[in-house]
């Protein structure tokens, strides 16, 4: 029947998860970061600084999203390494290779005084988007596991934490770099690889940016078309499932925007 429920992009198990997390978030915040919490765009408006790959655009760069995070920028320590995967595709018998590496790296302090220590990965220079996905996402960590909210022991902290980007405003950025397909070229090799960043699949973004809206009571969006197509697709799926009373434990706490 055309009222029926779309099927949502999640099973059950992960439905539950994400929304009895984002339900934490939101007692662990409050209401008022929840109502309050800019949506950020991959526009110069929001991130107006040039960026050529240097040290200091990526450390300019961290200091925007940690004022994006509310968090001093002078409590980060920050790092750029490499991992070479070149001589992966030296040995490629087939024409697509598949990455699975960390953009990042974070680590406590080691002192009440110490100071956070983010490591990014060299790659990420190249592609500003996924760059600000992988500072919020360790810049996430300090807020969550250096700051005493989650143990390094609870199974889901590295889930929770790409969750956390969403909840903060940063959504557009992780779900869009969850994902990528693109050509590359090695030497005398050209072939195309797919790479993932982070711990959510599209699916599980796009059911979690509905999500958020729908407790923001955000119904129409008007940043869903700077997502990429697949995880739009999620979310408008998602979003149409909620708006249609569709099983939930959420329940609207923001006015509209």
């Known amino acids: 029947m055309w009222w029926s429920l779309p099927a949502l992009p999640v099973s059950d198990d992960e439905k539950e998860w994400v929304?009895?997390?984002?339900?934490?978030?939101?007692?662990?915040?409050?209401?008022?970061?929840?109502?309050?919490?800019?949506?950020?765009?991959?526009?110069?408006?929001?991130?107006p600084d040039p960026f050529t790959g240097t040290?200091?655009?990526?450390r300019r760069l961290l200091e925007r999203v940690c004022g994006y995070l509310r968090v001093d920028p002078g409590t980060i320590e920050l790092e750029v390494y490499s991992e070479n995967l070149d001589h992966l595709r030296e040995h490629l018998t087939h024409w697509?290779?598949?990455?699975?590496?960390?953009?990042?790296?974070?680590?406590?302090?080691?002192?009440?005084?110490?100071l956070h220590l983010i490591r990014v990965e060299?790659?990420?220079?190249?592609?500003?988007?996924?760059?600000?996905?992988?500072l919020a996402h360790e810049v996430?960590?300090?807020?969550?596991?250096?700051?005493?909210?989650?143990?390094?022991?609870y199974s889901n902290h590295e889930p929770l934490t790409d969750l956390f980007t969403v909840f903060s405003g940063f959504g557009i950025f992780n779900a869009n770099s969850s994902f990528t397909f693109k050509q590359y070229e090695s030497g005398n090799k050209i072939g195309w690889h797919s790479s993932r960043q982070g711990y959510l699949s599209q699916e599980m973004y796009g059911y979690a940016l509905a999500s958020w809206a729908y407790l923001r009571n955000?119904?129409?969006p008007n940043w869903l078309g700077h997502l990429?197509?697949?995880?739009?697709?999620?979310?408008?799926?998602?979003?149409?499932?909620?708006?249609?009373?569709?099983?939930?434990?959420?329940?609207?706490?923001?006015?509209?925007?």
């Open 19 to 47: 929304e009895k997390s984002l339900l934490w978030l939101s007692a662990e915040f409050g209401e008022d970061y929840l109502r309050e919490v800019k949506v950020l765009l991959p526009k110069p408006e929001d991130f």
């Open 55 to 58: 040290s200091q655009c990526v």
């Open 96 to 114: 697509e290779m598949k990455e699975r590496c960390a953009a990042g790296q974070y680590q406590t302090p080691d002192s009440p005084a110490g």
């Open 122 to 134: 060299s790659r990420q220079l190249k592609e500003p988007m996924n760059l600000v996905a992988t």
């Open 140 to 153: 996430a960590h300090a807020i969550l596991l250096g700051g005493g909210r989650v143990s390094a022991d």
């Open 218 to 220: 955000d119904l129409s």
């Open 228 to 257: 990429s197509l697949n995880v739009r697709t999620y979310m408008k799926t998602s979003l149409k499932y909620l708006k249609r009373k569709g099983s939930t434990l959420l329940v609207p706490v923001a006015t509209g925007h």
